[in-house]
């Protein structure tokens, strides 16, 4: 009977052990992937960092753009368009009133010096 309690032993021993070293490789191999993502935790944070630097950078840029663009607007080829089609505009505007308040006034000479604006869309070819 002894002999049968040591090998029943022998054998839960034996077991015990066999899950043991399977546990431990487990564990072992769980620490490695817990090491890994760490890793990539890190990676994904100094990104978020450098994204949200980018970001930052990004915004100055834009602020110190559009300050120079109001800043300067004066000598851009938009303004020159827009001042010269509102000029053009208050000039169509004085001739029609001067034919319609006048019409002994003939401003056909003026009409030809000071032309209307032109409107985009505008197909008259």
Same mark, same amino acid.
């Given at each position: 009977?002894?002999?049968?309690?040591?090998?029943?032993?022998?054998?839960a021993?034996?077991?015990?052990?066999?899950?043991?070293?399977?546990?431990?490789?487990?564990?072992k191999?769980?620490?490695?992937?817990?090491?890994?993502?760490?890793?990539?935790l !890190?990676?994904?944070?100094?990104?978020?960092?450098? %994204?949200?630097? $980018?970001?930052? =950078? /990004?915004?100055?840029? &834009?602020? #110190?753009?559009?300050?120079?663009?109001?800043?300067?607007?004066?000598?851009?080829? !938009?303004?020159?368009?827009?001042?010269?089609?509102? %000029?053009?505009? $208050?000039?169509? =505007? /004085?001739?029609?009133? &001067?034919? #319609?308040?006048?019409?002994?006034?003939?401003?056909?000479?003026?009409?030809?010096?000071?032309?209307?604006?032109?409107?985009?869309?505008d197909?008259?070819?």
């Amino acid at each position: 009977m002894l002999t049968l309690l040591r090998k029943f032993a022998a054998e839960a021993l034996e077991a015990a052990n066999i899950e043991k070293r399977r546990l431990l490789e487990e564990a072992k191999s769980r620490d490695e992937e817990i090491s890994g993502l760490r890793k990539e935790l !890190a990676n994904a944070e100094n990104g978020k960092k450098e %994204a949200e630097d $980018g970001k930052k =950078e /990004v915004e100055a840029r &834009l602020a #110190n753009a559009e300050a120079d663009f109001v800043a300067n607007f004066h000598n851009t080829e !938009a303004y020159t368009n827009f001042a010269d089609y509102f %000029a053009r505009v $208050g000039q169509q =505007e /004085v001739l029609t009133a &001067l034919r #319609n308040d006048h019409p002994e006034f003939d401003v056909k000479v003026l009409e030809a010096r000071f032309p209307p604006p032109d409107v985009e869309g505008d197909e008259d070819s």
